[in-house]
């Protein structure tokens, strides 16, 4: 009797859930319309409008609200197993394990564009959030809420009408067909999303700070500094996730790479690279106010245009490849949506052009800072370029001449290592060199050691290690210098504050990257930089690798390393059935650990999915993946790969992090009123400079670095 | 142009011919190392996956490729230039097959375009800084920093 009861009201409770997701996301989109309206309105009126102005960050907080209720459904409707609610049936499977359950609300395309606004309600929430303060209307903020609830009513349309994940499924299927296999089946599946969300949907914030700015006519004053940090705080995610990512293609896909100029990576990479050029053409605004401005601007709205677009190709399926998971009338809204939004930005741009002044600057040498920072524009720039090009012209070709042509990592490699080349030469040269310039021989002497250092090392890649490719020298050299060179900075500001307090070294470098949270996060950026660059560089010149079928018992020798197979084992799971090999690895003839690279067959695909075997080390890593075996167990077909230096790949995503971490993070009040108080033409947030007691105490407790 | 070649390629293969003079005292196998094969990886690398998207057979774990790739071997052995073989893929699948789209006609822009943009923007930047280390002339105060 009871359990019947129970049974009828979950039944009544399922078929509630699709509706009540479906209506917080229409409620989204009713809320971020009025929202913009409200904040528009705000927005003209200044000072006079402050009820508007609170009504606006009303609807922002709202919007948010919604968008949790409608993702938090959804994430029930998946552990439930509600195959009434039609996402749930396209990915959800009672035999998937509850963690894959819950990561599959960003496994196929609506639950991922549900996650979106997710993630983008919650940012414009907290932009919105900081705003409640102000003393003064602060219109650019109320702006840029403005824009980013149209950004935000553009998503939840997509959610409402071709996108819409909470459609009913009838007749509900009994069971569904789990996510896609490659999607469940490694843990960093549960990390890589949510961090490219988290740096992608944030680059929206940097734009709508710049419309924002546009808009309230403030671009001549402090647009930079709050633009700057929200880019950093996104590039800082989307940075760790291009890396997460390629961590997992190379503990998944099973090829031992990391990087196809897969479509999908290219869209990440694009926004990556303008946001890159971005944080540094920036500190020359920070510093020269108008300088570089109405560039600024441009790289700013071509970032957040970057990730539209990216998001276009990989979630219409105008592009096929591995992650493209749909076709359907959604592209329309995406191009649409692009259209507006260009067409929006360079009306804005050109509307202001004449007040974003001629960039007007002053420099006492070709040799500084400004200058490098000029290349290092130039390239980043033109590396987009060629990025988008090749990205985009398999579709033109087809376009044109209709045939299918391919655009692969041989172009994009042949293409971009030169460029690469020279960024890492402009990481090393760019700290050394003062703002505004100086003399040759100054800059000559501070890079003397970074350049013997790098000498050495390219030589030594030459004469010892045997390398002949040009870039491979170059990239070796490079590195060697530019970590020298970034390195010499930590080491003469240490040496310099010891010298002024006496205090120990590490007391000493603990505080100077403490007083100086942009500059020395900045270096330590550079430090991950060069650390991807030696990993890339040094796993692909030095990878060495072997195919082999052996039977139990016999050995794939590589290098120094001899990889025995035992046996091949298999097990049946809910969702899968694996069949793995039991090898045990020999350094030098020593033991050295057992590997189990396997297969997975899931019942929805009929491509076995690899889980390669990894034996990381610092440095390199033995890899080794299960092709293919008999089914009588009497031999396993291997591919072993050294490859050096990998594992500094990920560590060095991490050290750009931490690095991002470090510039991004907020500064206390006491410096923030020092620093105003040093540069009076300095304008402060929400415009309201601090009283002179203040400062003066402020000052007094020592916080002077 | 093309004396840059694919970086991971060309390195690859210098490893490879690199390795006998380490010193590397393994029996050669069917899978030694020899030109062939190193040749094998070279071409193979630039022919599409037909299933994996955006892989080379090279790189593809998937069996398909692996046959390919052993066709590959088959017709190297066999005396044909390398050019032949590709011909031949293309033959069969199209210009699709191969990764590097081959540098004639509209396909030259691809190649062109990037290196006419960083052309272009370095004389942008040139002409920047010459303006801004330019020496002041009569007026003008010294830290010109805001606009008009």
Same mark, same amino acid.
């Given at each position: 009797?009871?359990?019947?009861?129970?049974?009828?009201?979950?039944?009544?409770?399922?078929?509630?859930?699709?509706?009540?997701?479906?209506?917080?996301?229409?409620?989204?989109?009713?809320?971020?319309?009025?929202?913009?309206?409200?904040?528009?309105?705000?927005?003209?009126?200044?000072?006079?409008?402050?009820?508007?102005?609170?009504?606006?960050?009303?609807?922002?907080?709202?919007?948010?609200?919604?968008?949790?209720?409608?993702?938090?459904?959804?994430?029930?409707?998946?552990?439930?197993?509600?195959?009434?609610?039609?996402?749930?049936?396209?990915?959800?499977?009672?035999?998937?394990?509850?963690?894959?359950?819950?990561?599959?609300?960003?496994?196929?395309?609506?639950?991922?564009?549900?996650?979106?606004?997710?993630?983008?309600?919650?940012?414009?929430?907290?932009?919105?959030?900081?705003?409640?303060?102000?003393?003064?209307?602060?219109?650019?903020?109320?702006?840029?809420?403005?824009?980013?609830?149209?950004?935000?009513?553009?998503?939840?349309?997509?959610?409402?009408?071709?996108?819409?994940?909470?459609?009913?499924?009838?007749?509900?299927?009994?069971?569904?067909?789990?996510?896609?296999?490659?999607?469940?089946?490694?843990?960093?599946?549960?990390?890589?999303?949510?961090?490219?969300?988290?740096?992608?949907?944030?680059?929206?914030?940097?734009?709508?700070?710049?419309?924002?700015?546009?808009?309230?006519?403030?671009?001549?004053?402090?647009?930079?500094?709050?633009?700057?940090?929200?880019?950093?705080?996104?590039?800082?995610?989307?940075?760790?996730?291009?890396?997460?990512?390629?961590?997992?293609?190379?503990?998944?896909?099973?090829?031992?790479?990391?990087?196809?100029?897969?479509?999908?990576?290219?869209?990440?990479?694009?926004?990556?690279?303008?946001?890159?050029?971005?944080?540094?053409?920036?500190?020359?605004?920070?510093?020269?106010?108008?300088?570089?401005?109405?560039?600024?601007?441009?790289?700013?709205?071509?970032?957040?245009?970057?990730?539209?677009?990216?998001?276009?190709?990989?979630?219409?399926?105008?592009?096929?490849?591995?992650?493209?998971?749909?076709?359907?009338?959604?592209?329309?809204?995406?191009?649409?949506?692009?259209?507006?939004?260009?067409?929006?930005?360079?009306?804005?741009?050109?509307?202001?052009?004449?007040?974003?002044?001629?960039?007007?600057?002053?420099?006492?040498?070709?040799?500084?800072?400004?200058?490098?920072?000029?290349?290092?524009?130039?390239?980043?720039?033109?590396?987009?370029?060629?990025?988008?090009?090749?990205?985009?012209?398999?579709?033109?070709?087809?376009?044109?001449?209709?045939?299918?042509?391919?655009?692969?990592?041989?172009?994009?490699?042949?293409?971009?290592?030169?460029?690469?080349?020279?960024?890492?030469?402009?990481?090393?040269?760019?700290?050394?060199?003062?703002?505004?310039?100086?003399?040759?021989?100054?800059?000559?002497?501070?890079?003397?050691?970074?350049?013997?250092?790098?000498?050495?090392?390219?030589?030594?890649?030459?004469?010892?290690?045997?390398?002949?490719?040009?870039?491979?020298?170059?990239?070796?050299?490079?590195?060697?210098?530019?970590?020298?060179?970034?390195?010499?900075?930590?080491?003469?500001?240490?040496?310099?504050?010891?010298?002024?307090?006496?205090?120990?070294?590490?007391?000493?470098?603990?505080?100077?990257?403490?007083?100086?949270?942009?500059?020395?996060?900045?270096?330590?950026?550079?430090?991950?930089?060069?650390?991807?660059?030696?990993?890339?560089?040094?796993?692909?010149?030095?990878?060495?690798?072997?195919?082999?079928?052996?039977?139990?018992?016999?050995?794939?020798?590589?290098?120094?390393?001899?990889?025995?197979?035992?046996?091949?084992?298999?097990?049946?799971?809910?969702?899968?059935?694996?069949?793995?090999?039991?090898?045990?690895?020999?350094?030098?003839?020593?033991?050295?650990?057992?590997?189990?690279?396997?297969?997975?067959?899931?019942?929805?695909?009929?491509?076995?999915?690899?889980?390669?075997?990894?034996?990381?080390?610092?440095?390199?890593?033995?890899?080794?993946?299960?092709?293919?075996?008999?089914?009588?167990?009497?031999?396993?077909?291997?591919?072993?790969?050294?490859?050096?230096?990998?594992?500094?790949?990920?560590?060095?995503?991490?050290?750009?992090?931490?690095?991002?971490?470090?510039?991004?993070?907020?500064?206390?009040?006491?410096?923030?009123?020092?620093?105003?108080?040093?540069?009076?033409?300095?304008?402060?947030?929400?415009?309201?400079?601090?009283?002179?007691?203040?400062?003066?105490?402020?000052?007094?407790?020592?916080?002077?670095? | 142009?093309?004396?840059?070649?694919?970086?991971?390629?060309?390195?690859?293969?210098?490893?490879?011919?690199?390795?006998?003079?380490?010193?590397?005292?393994?029996?050669? /196998?069917?899978?030694?190392?020899?030109?062939?094969? @190193?040749?094998?990886?070279? =071409? +193979?690398?630039? !022919?599409?996956?037909?299933?994996?998207?955006?892989?080379?057979?090279?790189?593809?774990?998937?069996?398909?490729?692996?046959?390919?790739?052993?066709?590959?071997?088959?017709?190297?052995?066999?005396?044909?230039?390398?050019?032949?073989?590709?011909?031949?893929?293309?033959?069969?699948? /199209?210009?699709?097959?191969?990764?590097?789209?081959? @540098?004639?006609?509209?396909? =030259? +822009?691809?190649? !062109?375009?990037?290196?006419?943009?960083?052309?272009?923007?370095?004389?942008?930047?040139?002409?920047?800084?010459?303006?801004?280390?330019?020496?002041?002339?009569?007026?003008?105060?010294?830290?010109?920093?805001?606009?008009?």
């Amino acid at each position: 009797m009871c359990g019947g009861r129970a049974r009828r009201l979950r039944m009544e409770a399922d078929s509630v859930t699709g509706a009540v997701g479906h209506t917080a996301v229409a409620l989204a989109l009713a809320l971020s319309c009025y929202g913009v309206i409200a904040a528009a309105v705000a927005g003209r009126k200044g000072s006079a409008g402050r009820a508007w102005h609170a009504s606006a960050r009303g609807a922002a907080y709202a919007v948010f609200l919604m968008y949790a209720v409608a993702t938090f459904t959804m994430v029930y409707a998946l552990v439930a197993h509600d195959f009434s609610v039609k996402y749930v049936a396209q990915v959800g499977s009672r035999s998937t394990p509850l963690f894959f359950t819950v990561i599959s609300l960003w496994g196929a395309l609506e639950g991922s564009i549900l996650f979106w606004g997710f993630v983008l309600a919650l940012y414009t929430a907290l932009v919105a959030y900081g705003g409640r303060r102000s003393k003064q209307a602060d219109s650019q903020r109320t702006y840029a809420t403005a824009t980013l609830l149209a950004v935000n009513a553009f998503f939840s349309l997509l959610l409402v009408k071709p996108a819409n994940p909470f459609a009913p499924e009838f007749p509900v299927p009994l069971d569904g067909p789990g996510p896609n296999p490659l999607l469940q089946n490694h843990p960093l599946m549960a990390v890589h999303p949510p961090l490219l969300y988290l740096g992608y949907v944030g680059l929206s914030v940097p734009f709508a700070f710049a419309v924002g700015a546009l808009l309230a006519g403030r671009e001549d004053e402090g647009w930079i500094r709050e633009t700057r940090r929200w880019t950093l705080v996104a590039w800082g995610f989307l940075t760790l996730a291009i890396v997460a990512g390629m961590w997992w293609s190379y503990e998944v896909l099973g090829w031992g790479g990391y990087w196809a100029w897969d479509p999908v990576e290219n869209a990440s990479f694009m926004p990556w690279l303008t946001a890159t050029a971005f944080l540094h053409s920036s500190m020359v605004e920070e510093r020269r106010p108008g300088m570089l401005r109405l560039w600024n601007l441009c790289l700013v709205v071509a970032t957040f245009l970057l990730t539209i677009l990216g998001t276009f190709l990989t979630r219409s399926g105008v592009l096929l490849s591995v992650h493209a998971f749909t076709r359907g009338p959604i592209g329309y809204y995406f191009l649409g949506f692009i259209a507006l939004a260009l067409i929006f930005s360079l009306t804005l741009l050109a509307a202001r052009a004449d007040r974003l002044g001629r960039g007007q600057g002053r420099l006492d040498s070709a040799v500084s800072r400004e200058a490098v920072f000029l290349v290092n524009n130039l390239i980043l720039t033109a590396f987009t370029f060629t990025v988008l090009l090749g990205t985009l012209f398999p579709l033109v070709a087809e376009a044109v001449r209709g045939v299918k042509v391919s655009v692969g990592a041989p172009f994009f490699n042949r293409m971009t290592v030169p460029l690469c080349v020279a960024l890492l030469f402009l990481v090393g040269v760019g700290p050394v060199l003062p703002w505004r310039g100086i003399q040759p021989g100054v800059a000559a002497r501070s890079l003397l050691v970074p350049s013997v250092g790098g000498l050495a090392v390219a030589l030594g890649s030459v004469l010892l290690l045997g390398v002949r490719d040009v870039y491979a020298v170059l990239a070796f050299g490079f590195a060697a210098f530019a970590l020298l060179s970034n390195a010499r900075e930590f080491v003469e500001g240490t040496r310099a504050r010891r010298r002024a307090t006496g205090e120990s070294w590490s007391l000493a470098l603990a505080r100077l990257v403490r007083a100086n949270r942009h500059r020395y996060g900045g270096y330590i950026a550079h430090v991950g930089v060069i650390s991807i660059a030696i990993g890339i560089s040094a796993s692909s010149t030095f990878r060495q690798e072997r195919e082999a079928t052996v039977r139990p018992g016999e050995a794939v020798e590589i290098g120094p390393f001899a990889v025995r197979f035992e046996r091949l084992w298999a097990r049946e799971e809910p969702h899968r059935f694996v069949v793995g090999a039991d090898l045990a690895v020999l350094a030098d003839g020593e033991p050295a650990g057992r590997l189990d690279p396997r297969l997975n067959f899931y019942n929805t695909s009929d491509q076995a999915i690899t889980t390669p075997a990894v034996r990381s080390r610092a440095g390199g890593d033995l890899y080794v993946n299960l092709l293919a075996f008999e089914r009588d167990g009497s031999s396993a077909t291997l591919h072993v790969i050294i490859e050096p230096l990998v594992p500094w790949i990920w560590i060095g995503g991490g050290i750009i992090g931490l690095g991002a971490l470090i510039a991004a993070w907020p500064e206390g009040r006491r410096r923030r009123l020092i620093r105003a108080a040093r540069r009076p033409g300095a304008d402060e947030e929400g415009g309201d400079r601090p009283p002179a007691h203040e400062v003066a105490s402020a000052v007094a407790h020592g916080a002077v670095s | 142009m093309m004396l840059i070649r694919t970086l991971p390629a060309l390195l690859l293969v210098l490893a490879m011919a690199a390795r006998p003079a380490n010193g590397s005292a393994q029996t050669p /196998g069917p899978a030694a190392d020899s030109a062939l094969e @190193a040749a094998t990886r070279e =071409l +193979a690398s630039q !022919i599409r996956c037909v299933q994996c998207q955006g892989l080379s057979i090279q790189d593809s774990p998937s069996e398909l490729s692996k046959e390919m790739k052993q066709i590959i071997r088959e017709q190297l052995a066999a005396g044909r230039t390398p050019e032949e073989v590709k011909a031949y893929f293309v033959a069969r699948y /199209g210009e699709w097959i191969l990764l590097d789209p081959p @540098a004639r006609g509209l396909n =030259l +822009a691809v190649y !062109i375009l990037p290196i006419l943009s960083l052309l272009g923007g370095a004389v942008v930047v040139v002409v920047l800084v010459r303006r801004w280390t330019r020496p002041l002339g009569d007026a003008g105060a010294p830290d010109a920093g805001a606009g008009p």
